[in-house]
DNA sequence: TGCATCATTTGCCAACTAACGAAATATTAG
DNA sequence: CTAATATTTCGTTAGTTGGCAAATGATGCA
């Protein structure tokens, strides 16, 4: 029970569900899932550490690069069936589905420049923003 | 996405998963729910609201009853399969098969009595407490 | 070493949540 | 109508959570 607290109460966030969606395109590093979810690092780090405890995904580090990625196929079966029931739930998500486009662009900068963005507060890098100005009314 | 967050929002609390898991053996009625979870009535009405806002259970009231049950067939399949999923998960699960014995106990008396019990404030119903005094140390 | 970089941890605040008891509501019984 | 009963709503409190900025840690490079 305790195994599955943690991780219904991981998923009882809107952020970390679109980030442990993306992630299933591949791994993610920090500065990536930033540029997806548009949070502040250090509010993602805590995501990421929630997600970790609930073992919902697991983490790597390269150099001083830290890539996130869904658990390989040696973990608990609880875990891949949550992650599969989610995915399932929000195949058709609209919200789930811009992701997934933001994310393809996002991919294709230099993730280096992606932080060096972040960093310096604007983003003057040419990733699409996920709701852009909506003027309507 | 909304429903699925009220979904995810909804299981994010062991109280109401052992409730909702309470319901596959059949309605109950407040009073029963009370005797299974041993929270305060409000606390329990409270639940049964989150619970019933993600369309998890259904309500019915008879009389001065209210009655709760696991959806029809007819309810969004998100919300079938999230039952099912919950009841997958947690299957093999120790504390949610104690819950079951204490529930077959619990419907074997009549409803009335324990009502009348909970607002005398002690409980001199013969239902097996969840966790007896357990002497250990 | 010293410095720049990427990420995590910490500290703080606002918002939310679960819990209770008391009061309010709704329904039946007398 | 009044009293009793079953449940919900309200008000309060304590604890948790999500967010950010600042401090700290960790790694690579000159």
């Known amino acids: 029970m305790q195994r599955f607290m943690a991780i219904t109460k991981a998923l009882a966030d809107e952020n970390r569900v679109r980030i442990l969606l993306a992630l299933r395109s591949g791994e993610l590093c920090v500065c990536q899932i930033v540029e997806l979810v548009q949070l502040a690092t250090s509010t993602v780090s805590r995501h990421m550490s929630v997600l970790k405890h609930a073992g919902l995904v697991e983490a ?15 973990a608990p079966d609880l875990v891949h069936r949550a992650i599969d029931w989610v995915s399932q739930m929000l195949a058709h998500d609209l919200s789930v589905l811009r992701d997934a486009e ?12 992606l932080c060096a963005a972040q960093t310096n507060g604007k983003q003057p890098c040419n ?6 100005p909506e003027e309507s009314q």
Chains 1, 2 share one sequence.
């Open 60 to 74: 790597r580090k390269d150099g001083r690069w830290m890539y996130y990625r869904l658990p390989a196929s040696g």
């Open 102 to 113: 933001r994310l393809a662009a996002i991919c294709a900068v230099d993730p280096q420049r």
């Open 127 to 132: 990733v699409n923003q996920p709701s852009p």
